[in-house]
């Protein structure tokens, strides 16, 4: 099918070392495996394995329409950008008003309605920093949270992911310098860590195995390096 060639590739599993790209419908492909091995929703299986232990009350995947207490995702209306063209497709749906409703203007700060995933393990989650945490403290601490003593993964499992050289946008990744141009290392030293975005929405998680320290935070936003730069710069110097 047309624009496939961005889907599917020549080369064979297994040869990590020599290709790699980053899938989100290959963390779909994961859930799914995940749902077969354990006869659980992939939701369900989160929520007793990972939610649960850790206290995340709040964490989940589905999206329940009568839950007011969820930030409401913002785009700010670029220079290049131009209505009759770009206000269309995801865009369009997205947005809580039509043009007619409300005009578009360069700068303009624009709500996007609540939203889910067809594919929830690729990025489907809500939660917020405090229950993210812990999830990340268990990661920076080889698989054991030390606010709940909940282990969720095996101390050797947590080595081999993290065990990583360079900068490798894929999972956890070694990051070494601010996001961007910034060719400023991170205060500290390099970090393990992982950001994303979808529409409206930015958030980074990362930590240092080897004091179990770490920064989780998000917002309402598409991921800019800027604002997480900003972040990153304000709360680093307060790891140890």
């Known amino acids: 099918p047309e624009g496939s060639g961005e889907r599917f590739h020549p080369w064979e599993p297994g040869n990590a070392e020599e290709t790699r790209g980053y899938s989100n419908v290959g963390y779909g492909l994961i859930g799914l495996l995940v749902e077969r091995a354990s006869g659980l929703r992939f939701e369900d299986y989160c929520r007793r394995q990972i939610f649960e232990p850790l206290a995340m009350k709040r964490t989940r995947f589905s999206l329940d329409a009568a839950d007011t207490n969820l930030a409401v995702p913002y785009t700010v209306m670029p220079e290049w950008f131009v209505p009759e063209k770009h206000f269309r497709g995801r865009f369009a749906r997205l947005s809580k008003q039509s043009l007619e409703e409300r005009p578009m203007r360069v700068?303009?700060?624009?709500?996007?309605?609540?939203?889910?995933?067809?594919?929830?393990?690729?990025?489907?989650?809500?939660?917020?920093?405090?229950?993210?945490?812990?999830?990340?403290?268990?990661?920076?601490?080889?698989?054991?949270?030390?606010?709940?003593?909940?282990?969720?993964?095996?101390?050797?499992?947590?080595?081999?992911?993290?065990?990583?050289?360079?900068?490798?946008?894929?999972?956890?990744?070694?990051?070494?310098?601010?996001?961007?141009?910034?060719?400023?290392?991170?205060?500290?030293?390099?970090?393990?860590?992982?950001?994303?975005?979808?529409?409206?929405?930015?958030?980074?998680?990362?930590?240092?195995?080897?004091?179990?320290?770490?920064?989780?935070?998000?917002?309402?936003?598409?991921?800019?390096?800027?604002?997480?730069n900003t972040i990153l710069e304000a709360m680093l110097p307060y790891l140890d």
């Open 107 to 228: 700068g303009d700060v624009r709500p996007f309605c609540q939203y889910s995933l067809p594919t929830t393990p690729d990025g489907g989650m809500r939660s917020n920093a405090v229950e993210s945490a812990h999830f990340t403290a268990a990661w920076a601490n080889g698989g054991q949270d030390p606010a709940t003593g909940a282990r969720i993964l095996e101390s050797e499992t947590v080595a081999r992911v993290i065990a990583q050289d360079g900068e490798r946008p894929i999972g956890w990744f070694r990051k070494e310098q601010y996001f961007g141009d910034d060719d400023r290392p991170l205060p500290g030293g390099p970090m393990i860590c992982h950001n994303g975005a979808d529409p409206g929405i930015g958030s980074f998680a990362g930590f240092r195995p080897e004091t179990g320290q770490g920064v989780v935070f998000a917002f309402n936003r598409w991921f800019m390096d800027d604002i997480a």
